[in-house]
């Protein structure tokens, strides 16, 4: 039967005709299998002969098989290799091309220019809690503040702990997250969605904004002043650019200061750079006491300054947009447009 199979085998001369022979020996009907099937009506004496023999015949058969196999694909694959041919002369088809989003674009570009300056990227959660987005921030309940925030507030079932659950309505809640779960000196940027009910053609319901944070020994509001200087010069790539901070009021800040660049006008057309008028930019200030206190720090040791800007503002200044809506249309005309090649 052996050599019966073997030569079976040999000549076998397609992969169909092996699985035929592989079929006839060791499939199910096969003769292989019937000696096998012999073997559990044998003495003991008769199985220690003869149960060598028949696993070494089925050994021998299902290797023979296996490398015949092997030869067969070889062949068969040299044989495709030798007739099929590639036209590398035919024209590819015009795929369409997506482009990056001038969003993550900035996104982009601001986290490599702080990091340039040390600043690692944090993130927080967009559904936040009441505590995070407000109370940590030094905003309880009863401050008007909150009005101003045209906050989204999930339904009180959601709650989590007590807490009410709110779409975060700023990047600050990051603060908070970074402070209470490292240990300073912290120097993050965090950006991301942010959510507030107010729509027009300067507002959207969802936006980007980009937080910023340092907390160390001996912070001041010149740390604040160079690092917004530093950035919003690598920012708008010219060493002209003016900056005016205004004193004003956020309750996570003590003092707060707002920032103007000032622009120039070319053509009738605002230019950042120079100091014709003045356009704010971001909100900012010395991290106030209440909320270094509130991470469980203590504010006699540890000081330091934060700021938050609108991403998708950020994006229209340097690349001329005019209609905040667009970006958030999908329409792929103006993303062919605006959009930046990966
Ligand atoms: N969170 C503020 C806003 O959304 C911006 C801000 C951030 C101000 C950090 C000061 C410090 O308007």
């Not at 690598?234 to 003016?242: C, G, I, M, N, S």
């Amino acid at each position: 039967l052996q050599t019966e199979l073997m030569a079976a085998i040999d000549s076998a001369g397609t992969l169909e005709a092996l699985e035929a022979v592989r079929v006839s020996a060791l499939g199910k009907q096969g003769s292989v299998s019937a000696l096998l099937k012999t073997m559990g009506g044998m003495s003991p004496e008769e199985r220690q002969t003869q149960g060598p023999i028949i696993n070494g015949l089925r050994e021998s058969i299902t290797s023979a098989l296996a490398a015949k196999k092997a030869e067969l694909e070889t062949a068969d694959l040299n044989r495709r290799l030798a007739t099929e041919r590639v036209d590398m002369t035919l024209p590819a088809p015009d795929a369409p091309r997506g482009t990056i989003h001038p969003v993550s674009q900035v996104m982009d570009e601001l986290a490599e220019i702080f990091a340039d300056m040390g600043f690692a990227v944090a993130e927080g959660p967009e559904i936040e809690d009441d505590w995070h987005n407000f109370t940590a921030l030094n905003i309880p309940e009863t401050h008007p503040a909150r009005a101003m925030h045209d906050t989204f507030y999930f339904p009180d079932e959601m709650a989590r702990d007590g807490q009410k659950m709110v779409l975060r309505t700023h990047t600050s809640p990051v603060q908070i997250r970074t402070m209470t779960s490292q240990e300073p000196p912290i120097r993050i940027i965090a950006p991301g969605r942010v959510y507030r009910s107010d729509s027009d053609a300067t507002h959207t319901p969802m936006f980007h904004q980009i937080e910023g944070l340092v907390i160390d020994k001996g912070i001041h509001l010149g740390h604040l002043k160079w690092t917004l200087e530093t950035f919003l010069k690598a920012y708008f790539e010219r060493e002209d650019v003016v900056l005016r901070l205004r004193p004003s009021y956020f309750p996570f800040t003590e003092p707060s200061v707002e920032v103007d660049v000032g622009y120039s006008v070319i053509n009738g057309k605002r230019v950042i750079g120079g100091s014709e008028g003045w356009m704010e930019v971001l909100g900012s200030g010395m991290v106030h006491r209440k909320v270094i206190e509130a991470c469980g720090l203590d504010p006699d040791v540890w000081q330091g300054f934060a700021f938050g800007t609108g991403v998708d503002r950020l994006a229209m200044l340097k690349y001329g947009m005019d209609d905040l809506r667009a970006f958030f249309d999908g329409d792929n005309r103006w993303l062919q447009h605006y959009g930046f090649n990966a």
